[in-house]
């Protein structure tokens, strides 16, 4: 190319970019309000929703053409669900110079979202469906999206929990959100691809850090893989796919917890230290259902807690049990509460509460293995192997979790001989926050030290032949 086809190029380049440059202030300055006005005609269109812009319209020259709106405003009714402090706009050059404008970049900044769930399980920030107006609605796309600095809080009214988002940045491309269409029982969700950093999210005493997650949704199908964070001191890896395409949506979870520290955990409901040391969760779940309830009730999978070397502070489990025949006062229930603390999660462990575990009766207790193991199906969580072993003893619980009725089933914790069979044994029934906890009782005939017993097992001891209580992993001391 000659050099004077290249500064004619320039040149036209030049008068081409001037050209926009000049229809942009003119179409920003000259008539802010019908600016403004375009703006929120069309978000509010493409959303079926109230889009509001109450602060004023900018032209942006550098390092591209766009328009910047402050205080901006979204509204699903008379509930506002986003408030951002300012949004910016990258306008596309070509279409402009034809005198149309078409949006090629979004970027919210600070924006705030209050998201709720009321009791009929309509959320705030899903548009209704109107029959008179849906056909209008033209789908909504943009190449690419960000979002600076954001905070988000979702309550579940029925359920009362919370769940917050601090700090988030989200790189995206390729959203498109196309119009509700009838009948269509699940929200209708945006197909985009994005990057999510949070500086933390919060999930009742939950609190998971450096928060990293890919994010993909495609034809009503949410993908979250890898999502990466910090929990209890521990790393954090989530997986979790939801299908809405269906009249029943579908949900899968994959959650893995390696090496958190039991210590930041028991934080979480005791300020005192109670325990240390390190263990690792795991857990696969599926289920299906437009509700919490359904999902509840069609929710299968397993989860395991497993951990070696644990402290527990505050007493001695071993020198408990060594005088329990001359005491009768000891709650083998409470140390049950350190086998729920992690298939289970909080909803039990705070219910029920550490009464006696961490009664500050002075010494420590060295845990040499800690297995909790369940198996979950239609809601009902069976515990397949959850046992734990001390310097001298073996502790073992047997029973189900019923996560629909929220109540303990046949759950009874015992301490086990050699061989498996229970020694001494404690039943727990009736509802997680207030459950019925019987009075510990022998198995068998107390003839001998339960030292003794449990050492030697107690078919030494009895005539009778046990059916063992116990045959999983956790080996005896």
């Not at 197909?191 to 928060?211: K, M, P, W």
């Not at 070397?309 to 083998?332: C, I, K, M, P, W």
Request: charged fraction near 20%; include cysteine.
């Amino acid at each position: 190319m000659s050099r004077i086809a290249r500064i004619s190029l320039f040149a036209v380049g030049g008068v081409v970019a001037l050209l926009a440059l000049l229809m942009l202030l003119a179409w920003v300055f000259l008539d802010a309000e019908t600016v403004r006005h375009r703006i929120e005609q069309t978000a509010s269109q493409a959303m079926g929703m109230e889009f509001k812009v109450d602060g004023p319209v900018q032209a942006r020259v550098f390092p591209t053409l766009g328009v910047g709106l402050t205080d901006v405003h979204v509204r699903q009714g008379e509930t506002e669900w986003l408030h951002a402090a300012e949004m910016r706009l990258r306008v596309r050059l070509l279409p402009l110079l034809r005198g149309r404008v078409e949006i090629s970049a979004i970027n919210f900044v600070e924006p705030g979202l209050n998201l709720t769930r009321d009791s009929d399980g309509a959320f705030n920030f899903i548009p209704a469906h109107r029959p008179d107006d849906a056909g209008d609605r033209q789908p909504f796309g943009i190449r690419r999206f960000s979002v600076e600095d954001a905070s988000l809080t979702f309550i579940d009214q029925p359920s009362g929990d919370r769940f917050v988002m601090n700090g988030c940045d989200l790189a995206g491309r390729d959203l498109a959100w196309p119009p509700a269409q009838s009948p269509q029982p699940n929200p209708t969700l945006p197909d985009f691809h994005g990057q999510l950093n949070c500086r933390s999210i919060t999930y009742g005493t939950l609190d998971a850090t450096e928060v990293q997650a890919a994010i993909s949704a495609q034809g009503q199908r949410l993908t979250i893989s890898p999502l990466t964070g910090r929990l209890f001191g521990g790393r954090l890896k989530v997986q979790l796919e939801s299908d809405l395409s269906g009249s029943s949506p579908a949900h899968s979870l994959e959650l893995e917890l390696a090496d958190f520290r039991v210590e930041r955990f028991i934080e979480t409901f005791r300020q005192e230290q109670g325990a240390e040391g390190s263990a690792g969760f795991s857990m696969q779940l599926t289920s299906s259902g437009r509700s919490l309830s359904e999902v509840v009730e069609q929710l299968d999978g397993q989860a395991e807690l497993a951990g070696e070397g644990l402290v527990l502070h505050g007493t001695d489990l071993d020198a408990q049990l060594a005088r329990y025949e001359s005491t009768q006062q000891f709650n083998l229930v409470d140390t049950a509460a350190l086998f729920l603390a992690g298939p289970v999660g909080l909803a039990v462990t705070q219910g029920y509460g550490f009464a006696s575990l961490f009664a500050e009766t002075g010494g420590r207790t060295s845990i040499q293995e800690l297995i909790s193991e369940w198996h979950i199906e239609n809601g009902v969580a069976r515990a397949h192997d959850v046992a734990l072993s001390t310097e001298e003893n073996r502790l073992a619980l047997a029973g189900r979790l019923n996560f629909v009725t929220s109540e303990f089933e046949d759950m009874r914790v015992a301490v086990i001989d050699s061989d498996g069979c229970a020694v001494v044994e404690q039943r727990i029934q009736g509802s997680f926050n207030d459950p019925r906890i019987n009075k510990p009782n022998f198995v068998v005939a107390l003839t001998a030290p339960l030292f003794e017993m449990v050492k030697q097992g107690v078919a030494l001891f009895s005539e009778s032949e046990c059916e063992p209580f116990y045959s999983g992993r956790v080996v005896s001391p």
